[in-house]
């Protein structure tokens, strides 16, 4: 296959970057979207030029670390899959694709197509994780969880944090990626001590990051690789609206 | 209270707010359709003239329409806020035109709020402070036998600049004197651009609420395998179609019968 990329270049977080276009031959249709940015890095490198800098890892689809914003897509053009699992067959010889990385004013570019998503940790760390004695663990059947619900935790809990909720989302908003953390904590027994501090502490450090705003467009279930769904943001309203306006954080006493 | 501060000015919170009033403008509609189908009714503008009149002058209804005015004054001002927010949230667009399926109405709602918007001042002014702060609106006098219900229709002209409406009775035939916004309406609906505003605010409308009912509830966290089909249905049939048609039925009707 025969391509032409069009892909966004910027040395470093403080430069300006912009698209340069780059033509990729030899390109096999059994070849992954990584494995055919690999070769054109390789031609690159021998013409002396820069190789593009991208993101990944276990390029099996379970890591989170592959990102792309291709034609306009998060992780191309195929549901449910992500960059690493995406196959040159799924494009035409001759085609011109286009190469962003993730736009958002909380993922700023460290070099190329490469994103800073350290916001995503700091929103785990706010509030992601349940309180648990340590020691031997406790028989596994003390705690009875009906199936359906365990299934949807498991649904929650597959989100990998790549940021293609963000990436998709006209508002730039990470509301997806955080309600599928608090939504697979909250519908478990394990997640109940600190399911609404968590709510709060996770949503405030989500706005703190600086994405925007939800309007329950559906871009971001669209594109998420893991098909985590609009729902789980739904749960997480009810948990924070409901800590917020409903629920006493403190026990007070009247008269003090 | 810093609690509360903290609670609204998080974006959950600004969501609560938008869908919130949101929620209450969408009642207001069906109300506003309900009493406004009385221009179909053939009687001269008697039903119509007596409802406007009632509204205008009823008190819990005044309040009601106060909190209805700011409640649209929120709910534009609140998006306007969650839109430079979300502008900001993304300081450098996309070189593609982003392809991700989503509805055209929820990635315009900014743009079909403003024709609303837009819409609202062009109506009220019209009509809402026409009839309420100036005196280019006439008056008609409604003599209505009670035993035969025949009815009377004469143009009337008040002594006093004072005088709003009266309701008396010389023998069994009731006189009803109100303002008569019924002459208003099908004077301002027998222009061709006129129409065409309406029409067009109407479009507008069911593409605004066929995305903004169901989002305000999923906004509110109102989601269930059992309810949200009911939900997204009326937002559909209800929102999108019913109140937008019959809306924009009035204008329409109004024009080709040259009523």
């Known amino acids: 296959m025969k391509l032409t990329l069009k892909v966004w270049r910027q040395k470093d977080a403080n430069s300006a970057g912009k698209m340069e276009t780059y033509p990729a031959d030899n390109i096999s249709p059994d070849m992954s979207f990584l494995e055919m940015l690999d070769v054109v890095n390789e031609s690159l490198i021998h013409?002396?030029?820069?190789?593009?800098?991208?993101?990944?890892?276990?390029?099996?689809?379970?890591?989170?670390?592959?990102?792309?914003?291709?034609?306009?897509?998060?992780?191309?053009?195929?549901?449910?899959?992500?960059?690493?699992?995406l196959h040159m067959r799924s494009f035409k010889d001759g085609d011109t694709i286009t190469i962003e990385p993730w736009r958002a004013a909380a993922f700023?570019?460290?070099?190329?197509?490469?994103?800073?998503?350290?916001?995503?940790?700091?929103?785990?760390?706010?509030?992601?994780?349940?309180?648990?004695?340590?020691?031997?663990?406790?028989?596994?059947?003390?705690?009875?969880?009906?199936?359906?619900?365990?299934?949807?935790?498991?649904?929650?809990?597959?989100?990998?944090?790549?940021?293609?909720?963000?990436?998709?989302?006209?508002?730039?908003?990470?509301?997806?990626?955080?309600?599928?953390?608090?939504?697979?904590?909250?519908?478990?027994?394990?997640?109940?001590?600190?399911?609404?501090?968590?709510?709060?502490?996770?949503?405030?450090?989500?706005?703190?990051?600086g994405f925007g705003n939800c309007t329950n467009t559906g871009a971001c279930e669209a594109e998420c690789p893991k098909e985590i769904s609009l729902?789980?943001?739904?749960?997480?309203?009810?948990?924070?609206?409901?800590a917020k306006l409903f629920r006493e954080e403190e026990i007070a006493h009247s008269g003090e | 209270m810093s609690q509360f501060k903290q609670t609204f000015n998080s974006s959950i919170g600004k969501k609560l707010i938008m869908a919130l009033t949101g929620l209450f403008l969408c009642t207001f509609l069906i109300v506003h359709l309900a009493g406004n189908l009385q221009l179909f009714q053939n009687d001269e503008g008697y039903a119509f003239n007596v409802y406007a009149n009632f509204l205008t002058h009823f008190p819990p209804i005044e309040v009601i329409?106060?909190?209805?005015?700011?409640?649209?004054?929120i709910h534009a001002l609140y998006a306007l806020i969650l839109t430079i927010n979300n502008r900001k949230a993304r300081p450098v667009q996309y070189a593609h035109q982003p392809k991700s399926p989503t509805s055209w109405g929820s990635k315009n709602m900014g743009l079909l709020g403003s024709i609303l918007l837009l819409f609202i001042v062009i109506h009220m002014s019209d009509f809402w402070y026409k009839y309420k702060y100036t005196d280019t609106v006439g008056f008609k006098e409604y003599r209505t036998n009670v035993l035969s219900n025949e009815r009377t229709v004469t143009d009337?002209?008040?002594e006093s600049k004072e005088f709003e409406h009266s309701y008396t009775t010389e023998n069994d035939v009731e006189v009803v004197r109100v303002k008569d916004l019924h002459k208003k309406v099908s004077e301002s609906f027998s222009q061709w651009w006129y129409v065409l505003i309406y029409v067009i605010a109407q479009g507008a409308l069911s593409f605004h609420l066929l995305h903004g009912f169901q989002s305000a509830f999923r906004t509110l966290g109102w989601t269930h395998r059992k309810y949200t089909p009911i939900v997204e249905q009326i937002g559909i049939w209800l929102f999108a179609v019913i109140i937008p048609l019959g809306f924009a039925a009035m204008p329409v009707v109004y024009f080709f019968m040259g009523k």
């Not at chain 1, 729902?231 to 409901?242: A, E, P, V």
């Open chain 1, 108 to 209: 700023p570019v460290i070099k190329d197509l490469a994103v800073d998503r350290s916001a995503f940790d700091r929103i785990q760390q706010a509030g992601g994780y349940i309180s648990v004695n340590t020691g031997a663990a406790q028989d596994a059947n003390n705690i009875l969880i009906p199936k359906v619900i365990a299934d949807e935790a498991f649904n929650s809990a597959t989100c990998i944090g790549c940021g293609a909720c963000v990436a998709a989302c006209k508002n730039a908003s990470a509301m997806l990626f955080v309600s599928a953390k608090i939504t697979q904590l909250g519908l478990l027994p394990q997640g109940q001590p600190e399911r609404y501090r968590r709510a709060q502490s996770m949503v405030a450090q989500m706005d703190e990051e």
């Open chain 2, 65 to 73: 329409a106060y909190i209805l005015y700011a409640f649209i004054v």
């Open chain 1, 231 to 242: 729902t789980n943001i739904s749960r997480m309203n009810n948990d924070f609206l409901s």
């Open chain 1, 47 to 85: 013409k002396n030029i820069e190789p593009i800098h991208f993101d990944h890892d276990c390029r099996e689809g379970i890591c989170g670390m592959c990102s792309l914003y291709i034609n306009g897509q998060p992780h191309g053009p195929k549901r449910a899959i992500t960059t690493c699992q």
């Open chain 2, 156 to 158: 009337f002209v008040p």
